[in-house]
């Protein structure tokens, strides 16, 4: 057991570094993921030039990023949340090549090593319905993965998923959450949305038409995971967004109020696809926030 104290946050927070656990008081936050994959670097900066994001960002020989696909499984009584759910299994052969899967375990199977299994789930919530974030909500027969959960989706995502513009089409795979349509499984959300104590949705549209921000309230601290808004930890600056952001201009002006909020109250962090910084907090350096690792 390596619990530590972390001081950088001023919280009494006691962090389990080898089972990837956040505890505080009786909120347990578990760090799992679905493995890495790999996407092209200049997909995932956009118009920062290859030139400066290289010096803080490694990339293979075809110009890919080496990433994780980072979820947030929380526990707090009888509840479990979970943000985000992988890229699951469905891809094919030459899918999983060309995106340079790699992975020991799945979700589902770094789940039950903390003894949770899909069945005791109540509430899902994807940040956006981009395959890389919707792996595991049905399994491979298509059948609804978390069959006691909540799925929450902002409605213009759901619409924006069932019947993408062709330049979006490859990024939203219907097999993945199809199951879900007309199921009383399925939560549509307009805008920012209170599910219960716990849980605050953020709506924070521009990466996709409907992404949104899962935020936890555990009291003194707040926990959020940004999807693709702070897809890597570089992306807390407020004009690196990715390159196919659907609407970047719109990602970078919902950025910068939401970055304030989370400096300003001390929020942790999770990036969805950072395998260095995986959670951490906000920091200024020269006036620039960066995201100082906590895990």
Known sequence: MNIIENKNIGKD????????????????????MDGYY????????????????????PHDEFNRLYMAMNCLLVKKGERIYLADVGI???????????????REKSLIEEMRDIGVTPDMVTHVIPTHLHFDHTGWMTDNNENIMFPNAKYYIQKDEWEEAMNPHVRFKDSYLKPYFQALKDSPNLVLL????????????????????????????????????MGDVVAL???VRENWTCGFDR?????MN?????????????????????????????????GKYRLKKVL
């Not at 920012?192 to 521009?206: A, K």
């Open 38 to 57: 790999r996407l092209d670097g200049g997909a995932m900066y956009g118009m920062v030039p290859k030139t400066i994001w290289e010096k803080v960002q």
């Open 233 to 235: 930890a570089t992306q």
């Open 254 to 286: 919902n950025k910068k109020p939401l970055m304030d909020r989370a400096y300003r109250e001390g929020w942790l962090i999770m990036s969805a696809h950072d395998r260095t910084v995986r959670v951490g907090t906000l920091e200024t350096v020269k």
């Open 88 to 102: 699951g299994d469905k891809l094919d052969q030459k899918g999983r090549e060309i995106f340079g899967i790699e």
């Open 190 to 225: 307009e805008g920012d949305s209170v599910i219960d104590e716990i849980l605050t949705i953020l709506y924070v549209p521009g990466h996709s038409k409907g992404h949104q921000v899962p935020v936890f309230d555990a009291g003194e601290i707040k926990f959020a995971h």
């Open 13 to 32: 927070i006691n962090i389990d570094k080898d089972k990837k656990l956040i505890k505080f008081s009786d909120f347990e936050f578990y760090l799992v």
């Open 247 to 251: 609407e970047p201009e719109t990602t």
